[in-house]
């Protein structure tokens, strides 16, 4: 069992990296949304800064998905379910949330949705 001061601490690990993500999307999506100089590039110029956007794109939804996890986690923690695995309702294991803060499932859980995800592919 994880004690309410490693919670807290969790807590507070999972705000800064909240607070870190959401600058850096903002920070992101402005850069995408940037005019593109039409005129002055040639084809394979525009092919790359619609590379580079797309690329910006897949970051920033990733990055958005984290903090939606992060933001989970947080309600978890404050409601109290924090250590309590979503799929099976066993105690997380404490080292997995530490290496993991968003984490919602058990090891065991994680590992049976992702070989299922595998076969789905
Ligand atoms: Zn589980």
């Known amino acids: 069992m994880t004690s309410k001061n490693n919670i807290k601490k969790q807590h507070r690990i999972l705000a800064i990296r909240r607070n870190y993500l959401i600058k850096k999307i903002k920070r992101e999506i402005e850069s995408v949304s940037y005019p593109v100089n039409i005129q002055t590039g040639d084809i394979a110029d525009n092919a790359i800064n619609s590379m580079n956007e797309d690329f910006t794109i897949i970051i920033a939804r ?11 986690a947080m309600q978890k923690i404050e409601n109290g379910h924090y250590e309590i695995c979503e799929n099976c309702g066993a105690n997380i294991d404490p080292k997995r949330l530490k290496a993991i803060p968003y984490t919602t499932l058990c090891k065991g859980c994680k590992e049976l949705e992702e070989k299922e995800a595998f076969l789905l592919n």
């Open 62 to 72: 990733e990055e958005e998905n984290e903090l939606r996890q992060i933001e989970e």
